[in-house]
């Protein structure tokens, strides 16, 4: 079992030791191949230039970990980037506690803008405001009265005037009628427009300015290709949105339009629409998307994975022991409960770049782990930071407070051994060792 | 009318400004050395894909042009974007069919089947067909498909209204197929030419609701042997690389006879189609140029190159 494993990652390390720092030359196929990925997923091609140029920038002359090899590490980086830049000044709805919030919904035809508000509608009603839909779409045939079921069906007030072609007037009354009947939220559905039709953005601009919005929420169709930086920069300069709301999401599109939108209008995804269903309205996670433009790559999650569970300090700590040799039972545990936060073991394993087939097939059980954190707790402190004095009857003592039988204590000892041995073959080939190697194998 | 010439007219406007920066673009560097400059090439690319064209596809086109032009004596003098063009035409031209209205004679009633994602524009542009077929003297009928969709019904039942044909429909969340079925048994006894069925928008990634349009394309084919003739997908000209994905799944559980791009008179180009077009061997049938009854022209394989690259 575990010490089989220890074997094969020791062969494993020694395949894919690190290669010093990022250069150019070490990195160019993986951007180039990135630079594919972004394209492949929608991000607009002055976007993804100028995203990969500046990622670049930024990773020329890290060091590589021995870990990872250049073109993993630069994913990572990217990955990293792109997360940044999705969540950024990320923060939800702006609701005012007293007075009536305004929440205007723009976007071009066809974006799910009438779905949304209900969606937000039934959303902040679980937030406990009082809610109301104004029908501002005026244009497309029978979209008064599809607001008008919807609401129907979540129980939230409508407000439309019947034959009315007057948007502003609609949206600016619908305020009036709110304050009137105690309602503390407005969502105005207005109709979906193109850019570039100068009547209807002027008709938008102008139900802006009679309502006087306390957000405004651009809703984008998540299949969107290369233009959403145009329709974006325009609803932009026009009405100035405060947020964007991604729909669709329960598609398979890769979404990467929210990067491009990102790039040219710095506003945040503030939510994502998921299903035609009114209870499919999701926070947006900015790591999620992330992979998802990514295509959910294996190598980011892993380097993810670790990055996040391993607390540093301890690493540099154990590092220090290892190097000195005083690798005892105690830092055994550590280690152990590092790999557990990191989830699944074999998970983990089929994630590493380099490991061999052989080895990701090998049988890992996470129960095994259990075992032996068992029999370490099992262990007096005295036991556990000198491992020597563990004789006979202390090995049974063991065994039967951990539950364990005597060769599975005997069987971890020897294991313990085999580790120190490898330790300290690895000091003396490389006078370095990075922990994260332990943590991440 | 004006507004159809309108809508053209714009079209071609926007799509003239990128003309006119490649073109200059090439005239330059192609004149001045025999050599095409990376500059030009890099150039392209982001031009095509901007217009959301696959980047397998753009690769592949620019490779063949560098091939074209290396064969050429006159380098200087080649034109490299027409070169390019005719590449793109040629994919778009492989798959060209004749207009779906010359077979309208042979069935009776002629059938088609409507599909496509959420809020592509299935029903405004079954009323623009509708509309399209009765000025040619057909008699319409439309099945309101969409069962799902709040004021689907409703939705349809205007558009009826303002073109004058006929729309059959059942309450809101009955069997699709039990709509197209009813659609069609009406058509055979009111002598109908074409019958249209719209159907509700659906994520090709949702197994069930696919399925759901596979069933009613047997029940269509169950009360008349031919039907559906057609099934056309729609799809928003907006969408990106997505395209590809969906044309494949529609195709799948529908056999697509026909695409449909919507939305082209915002800045969006479609360029997403020769993927689409050369993987799936369909045509593109029409294209929508704006939310009026007249805004869907026939598809012109010529100027939709020519759009994309002026
Ligand atoms: N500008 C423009 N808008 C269009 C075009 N075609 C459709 N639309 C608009 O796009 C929106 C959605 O159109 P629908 O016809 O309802 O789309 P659908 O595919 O039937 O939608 P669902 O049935 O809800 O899935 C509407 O606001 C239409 O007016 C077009 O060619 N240009
Ligand atoms: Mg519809």
Redesign the interface.
């Given at each position: 079992m575990l010490e089989d494993l220890t074997l094969k990652f020791e062969k494993a390390l020694k395949k894919i030791t690190g290669q010093g720092r990022l250069t150019e030359n070490n990195i160019a196929d993986t951007l180039r191949e990135i630079r594919r990925v972004l394209l492949d997923a929608d991000v607009n091609y002055k976007v993804a230039k100028q995203f990969i140029d500046d990622v670049k920038q930024k990773a020329l002359g890290r060091e590589v970990l021995a870990s990872v090899t250049p073109g993993q590490l630069v994913t990572k980086i990217i990955y990293d980037e792109l997360t940044k830049l999705m969540g950024g000044s990320s923060k939800g709805l702006t609701l005012n506690p007293t007075g009536v919030t305004v929440i205007l919904i723009v976007g071009l035809q066809g974006s799910g803008k009438t779905t949304f508000s209900a969606k937000l509608s039934r959303h902040l009603t679980e937030l406990k405001r009082k809610v109301l839909l104004t029908a501002a779409d005026v244009y497309r045939p029978a979209a008064v009265e599809q607001l008008k079921q919807l609401g129907a069906q979540i129980n939230a007030p409508v407000y439309s005037v019947e034959g009315s072609q007057d948007a502003v007037k609609i949206a600016r009354d619908s305020i009036v009628y709110a304050k009137k009947n105690g309602l503390n939220t407005v969502i105005i559905d207005t109709a979906g427009r193109l850019h570039v039709d100068e009547e209807m953005m002027r008709e938008i601009v102008a139900i802006k300015k009679a309502v006087n919005p306390t957000e405004v929420l651009f809703v984008v169709d998540s299949m969107t290709g290369q233009d959403a930086v145009n329709s974006a920069k325009a609803f932009h300069e026009s009405v100035e949105f405060d947020g964007i709301v991604l729909t669709k999401l329960d598609g398979d599109s890769r979404g990467g339009c929210a990067l491009s939108i990102r790039a040219v209008v710095n506003k945040p995804v503030k939510f994502i629409s998921a299903g035609e269903k009114l209870d499919t309205i999701e926070i947006f996670h900015p790591d999620r998307l992330a992979s998802r433009i990514l295509g959910k790559g294996d190598i980011v999650s892993l380097v993810e994975k670790a990055q996040k569970q391993v607390d540093e300090k301890e690493a540099e700590e154990l590092q220090k022991k290892l190097l000195s040799n005083k690798f005892d039972f105690d830092d055994f545990l550590k280690q152990i409960r590092m790999i557990k936060k990191m989830g699944s073991l074999k998970s983990l394993l089929a994630m590493v770049p380099g490991l061999n087939k052989a080895l990701r097939n090998a049988d890992i059980d996470d129960k095994q782990l259990v075992v032996v954190e068992s029999i370490i707790q099992s262990m007096t402190k005295e036991e556990r930071r000198n491992p020597r004095i563990l004789n006979g009857s202390r090995r049974r003592r063991i065994a039967r407070g951990s539950g364990n039988s005597i060769q599975d204590v005997n069987r971890l000892i020897k294991q313990y051994k085999e580790m120190q041995k490898m330790m300290k073959r690895f000091k003396n080939n490389k006078g370095m060792i990075n922990l994260s190697n332990f943590g991440l194998n | 009318m004006s507004s159809f010439s309108d809508k053209l007219k714009?079209l071609k406007e926007?799509l003239n400004r990128t003309k006119d920066k490649i073109v200059t673009q090439i005239s330059e560097s192609i004149s001045g050395k025999a050599i095409i400059d990376e500059d030009v090439l890099e150039e392209i690319?982001?031009i095509l894909?901007?217009?959301?064209v696959?980047?397998e596809i753009v690769e592949k086109i620019i490779e063949k042009a560098r091939v074209k032009l290396r064969e050429t004596k006159e380098r200087s003098k080649v034109n490299l974007i027409e070169i390019i063009k005719k590449e793109f035409e040629e994919i778009l031209q492989n798959y060209k069919v004749e207009s779906e209205i010359i077979k309208f004679n042979d069935f009776k009633p002629y059938v088609i089947l409507v599909v496509g994602?959420?809020?592509?524009?299935k029903t405004t542009t079954i009323a623009k067909l509708a509309n399209i077929y009765k000025n040619k003297g057909f008699k319409v009928l439309i099945g309101s498909g969409d069962t799902?969709?709040?004021?689907?019904n409703?939705?349809l039942?205007?558009?009826g209204g303002r073109v004058g044909v006929q729309i059959v429909n059942k309450k809101q969340g009955s069997d699709p197929s039990a709509v197209a079925f009813e659609t069609l048994s009406i058509a055979k006894k009111e002598n109908v030419d074409v019958v249209i069925i719209d159907t509700a928008g659906r994520?090709?990634?949702?197994h069930n609701l696919m399925e759901e349009l596979g069933k009613i394309k047997r029940v269509l084919g169950k009360v008349l042997q031919h039907a559906p003739n057609d099934v056309f997908l729609v799809v928003?000209g907006?969408?990106?690389?997505?395209?590809l994905?969906?044309a494949r799944e529609f195709s799948k559980f529908t056999q697509l006879t026909g695409l449909i791009i919507t939305?082209l008179?915002?800045?969006?180009?479609g360029g997403?189609v020769f993927s689409v077009c050369s993987e799936l061997n369909i045509p593109i049938k029409y294209v929508g140029v704006g939310?009026g009854i007249d805004d869907l022209l026939e598809f012109n394989p010529n100027e939709f190159v020519q759009a994309l690259f002026g």
């Open positions: - | 714009k926007g690319e982001e894909i901007s217009s959301d696959n980047y994602v959420n809020g592509a524009g799902f969709r709040a004021a689907a409703e939705q039942e205007i558009w994520l090709h990634t949702k928003d907006n969408t990106g690389q997505n395209a994905v969906q939305k008179d915002g800045t969006a180009k997403m939310e």
